[in-house]
């Protein structure tokens, strides 16, 4: 079955940096687009970042365009997420999620994706 494993969170401090990585099982990942969401206490959780099959298209949230770099290495199956500058505010159980759509440009809706992982906390402390 299709498995998707975060790792890599932890407690950091304000402008600390941190490198959370996806590995996926049981299924082409070359197939398909992915993305990093978030869900901090109490809140919904919400789009961070998405890449196309390829690696060629990238989109991200505003609150973290220009601190955060998504990237994916498809002989490896995996996907990151590099973060820089991080603040409270990015304080959240950080998701890894798969999409099969082909579209245009990587999906931001957490209801296009598929399949998803478990989750890895990530607490930045001010």
């Known amino acids: 079955q299709v498995q998707l494993v975060e790792s890599g969170g932890g407690l950091v401090q304000a402008g600390d940096s941190l490198r959370l990585s996806c590995a996926a099982s049981?299924?082409?990942?070359?197939?398909?687009?992915m993305g990093w969401f978030r869900q901090a206490p109490g809140k919904a959780r919400e789009f961070v970042a998405s890449?196309?099959?390829?690696?060629?298209?990238?989109n991200y949230a505003d609150s973290v365009k220009g601190r955060f770099t998504i990237s994916r290495a498809n002989a490896r199956n995996a996907l990151y997420l590099q973060m820089n500058s991080l603040k409270p505010e990015d304080t959240a159980v950080y998701y890894c999620?798969?999409?099969w759509g082909w579209g245009p440009r990587p999906s931001e809706s957490l209801s296009e994706y598929d399949y998803w992982g478990q989750g890895t906390q990530v607490t930045v402390s001010s």
């Open positions: 999620a798969a999409d």
């Open positions: 049981g299924l082409t990942f070359s197939n398909y687009a």
């Open positions: 890449i196309s099959q390829n690696g060629g298209s990238t």
